[in-house]
């Protein structure tokens, strides 16, 4: 059995801009899916949207393992009725893997509850990337440091709640530092944030960071995963108790009532 990813893109600078077109002739998730499936461990299918629900129906999240998110200029065509959804996949156990401008995706912000803001310059400048963590599974093969020749900037502070583990942290020349490697758990999903991705620049074909996204598809994969209503919250009658009781005093609610949401 392997791992059932999703690359979700949002596919717009793809179709509208030429140096994107170039570089990514088969759209970024494209590129990113083709990496993933080099990865025997790992099937990757992609997702954009355009495709109606964006392609991502709760049949297909009940059936992916991790979702990879790459947006940018388009985040608030998202529906929010896809955003609820993938929220409740990853409640249940479904991993996320948001990538670069998708710190402002929807479904990041409502999982993480806070701006997910920063500061950033698009000026091609060198990224030196520093594992954090050594031995963590999402930096499993990789050196110590590594440098993307050509980048966006992301500067501290990162509006993100603390997370579980910090993967990886970067410099940039001109002399910002940013935490771009951030583990996150919310329900029983598993969620990473990675920072490179600009577009414009070929970074999803480096070796290292194609490394990074498969060790993050295996680390952000769940087996368990909940079935039935994730946001479920039953009123137990005084008969199913486990141990006998007595109802006493007075109550708001009657048997088998639905509580206030
Ligand atoms: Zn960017």
Known sequence: M?????VWGENVHEQTNKVVADIYPDGMHGAIAAALNAD????????TLQEPEHGLTGERLADTDVLLWWGHAAHGDVSDEVVERVAEAVWSGMGLILLHSAHFAKPFKRLMGTPCNLTWREAGERERL???????PIAKGLPDHFELENEEMYGEPFGVPEPLETVFVSWFQGG???RSGLTYRRGLGNIFYFRPGHETYPTYHDANVQT??????????NEQRLTGDVNAAPNVPVDAALEPIEERGP?????GEEGYR
């Open 251 to 255: 109550r708001l609610h009657q048997d």
């Open 176 to 178: 910002e530092v940013f």
């Open 130 to 136: 520093w594992v954090t963590t050594r031995g963590h």
């Open 212 to 221: 990074v996204l498969k060790n993050a598809v295996h680390w952000a994969h």
């Open 2 to 6: 392997t791992i059932k990813a999703v």
């Open 40 to 47: 025997k461990g790992i099937t990757a299918t992609t997702a």
